[in-house]
């Protein structure tokens, strides 16, 4: 698979159960990228808080301004390409990691807006539309356009771990790489039971550059998302509580997967406010909830395949108040609290399908 021109993400992104819309602006997918000789002049300098995510886009002169520099990859034929500060950054960050036992190389970081839209033109040849713009960010919606966004892998024991479900494995040696991001002016963009906020599953290994190590370690030390940073998070979220407990049936990232489903119903709910995110715990998902969800299935969606999996999430919202709930069935300014929200799976590379919510 290495030795393939740049389809590992491909792979990994239809292989690894990250066949969300959630996951695609995040994950994007790696591309050819043909043309690597882009050494232009930076017209202006850009600015390194940028905020990048399916509601922000890339800002439109964004690649005219970029000053790249390229390395050979290790994984594919065309070089890595990263913004000139991001990559001397990264450099020592790399140096620093390497004298205490720590080896981490580069995987996937700059694609254009030109390389983002061949990708999906690609799949929506060979997958349709439908399933192309599930598996690959929408081009401009992609942080890895912006060319800080580092897509790092492992090496451990001399062997390459650039799969992410055998990445994931490896959670000491992430804590030891994100123990060092904030000296060097970088945060982990897609954090551990961020995604109400991020749109994005928890991502040990993408890096975002942001310049300014004060600015870094704020964010970082805090457990907090670029987005809550930057006051811009989606107002229907804001300061949510996040609880998923100390599950075991499953993983964080399994739980992180269920919010793409849940905004997408969520955010049709104008004015509403939602105060809490929590998993229902594992006792809630077990067998009987599964013979749940699959009936719901049967009457609603009998084209998809039986589930093997349900999860319930809870949620605590407030209705819109008197003023945004006029002309609606809301009541307004009440709360709703342990609102349940279920969900099935065929298995762990299957997307969350929302089949029920309400008071169960
Ligand atoms: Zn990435």
């Known amino acids: 698979m290495k030795n393939a021109i740049s389809r590992r993400s491909f792979v990994g992104l239809i292989g690894a159960s990250l066949g969300t819309t959630l996951l695609s602006a995040c994950?994007?997918?790696?591309?050819?990228?043909?043309?690597?000789?882009?050494?232009?002049?930076?017209?202006?300098?850009?600015?390194?808080?940028?905020?990048?995510?399916?509601?922000?886009?890339?800002?439109?002169?964004?690649?005219?301004r970029l000053d790249l520099v390229e390395e050979k990859s290790l994984l594919y034929n065309d070089p890595v390409r990263v913004d000139r500060k991001a990559y001397e950054a990264w450099k020592s960050m790399k140096e620093e990691l390497a004298a205490e036992g720590v080896f981490v190389e580069l995987d996937s970081c700059y694609r254009s807006k030109a390389e983002q839209q061949e990708v999906m033109d690609d799949f929506t040849k060979k997958y349709g539309a439908e399933y192309a713009k599930q598996i690959v960010a929408e081009p401009g919606t992609s942080e890895h356009q912006t060319g800080l966004a580092l897509d790092l892998f492992l090496v451990i024991d001399g062997v390459q771990v650039a799969e992410n479900e055998e990445m994931m494995k490896h959670p000491e040696v992430w804590e030891k790489v994100h123990a060092k991001l904030a000296d060097h002016g970088f945060i982990l963009r897609y954090p551990r039971r961020k995604a109400i906020f991020t749109e994005c599953t928890y991502e040990p290994?993408?890096?975002?550059?942001?310049?300014?190590?004060?600015?870094?370690?704020?964010?970082?030390?805090?457990?907090?998302?670029?987005?809550?940073?930057?006051?811009?998070?989606?107002?229907?979220?804001?300061?949510?509580?996040?609880?998923?407990?100390?599950?075991?049936?499953?993983?964080?990232?399994?739980?992180?997967?269920?919010?793409?489903?849940?905004?997408?119903?969520?955010?049709?709910?104008?004015?509403?406010?939602?105060?809490?995110?929590?998993?229902?715990?594992?006792?809630?998902?077990?067998?009987?909830?599964?013979?749940?969800?699959?009936?719901?299935?049967?009457?609603?969606?009998?084209?998809?395949?039986?589930?093997?999996?349900?999860?319930?999430?809870?949620?605590?919202?407030?209705?819109?108040?008197?003023?945004?709930?006029?002309?609606?069935?809301?009541?307004?300014?009440?709360?709703?609290?342990?609102?349940?929200?279920?969900?099935?799976?065929?298995?762990?590379?299957?997307?969350?399908?929302?089949?029920g919510w309400g008071y169960a």
């Not at 690597?36 to 002169?61: E, F, G, Q, W």
């Not at 809550?228 to 599950?247: F, H, I, N, R, W």
């Open 205 to 355: 290994w993408h890096m975002r550059y942001i310049d300014d190590p004060k600015t870094a370690h704020e964010i970082m030390d805090a457990d907090t998302t670029f987005e809550q940073y930057l006051g811009m998070e989606s107002a229907y979220v804001k300061d949510c509580k996040v609880d998923y407990g100390t599950p075991s049936r499953y993983t964080d990232y399994a739980i992180d997967s269920t919010v793409d489903a849940i905004l997408r119903e969520f955010e049709s709910w104008d004015g509403c406010h939602m105060t809490r995110f929590a998993y229902a715990g594992d006792d809630a998902c077990g067998d009987d909830e599964l013979a749940y969800v699959n009936e719901l299935r049967a009457s609603k969606e009998p084209n998809l395949e039986e589930f093997g999996q349900a999860i319930v999430m809870v949620t605590d919202f407030r209705s819109p108040s008197a003023e945004k709930a006029e002309g609606t069935a809301w009541e307004p300014d009440t709360d709703y609290n342990d609102y349940t929200w279920h969900l099935g799976r065929k298995d762990d590379d299957d997307e969350w399908h929302l089949m």
């Open 27 to 64: 994950a994007g997918a790696g591309t050819n990228a043909g043309d690597a000789s882009s050494t232009s002049t930076p017209v202006a300098a850009i600015d390194y808080m940028v905020l990048v995510n399916p509601k922000h886009k890339v800002p439109d002169d964004w690649e005219e």
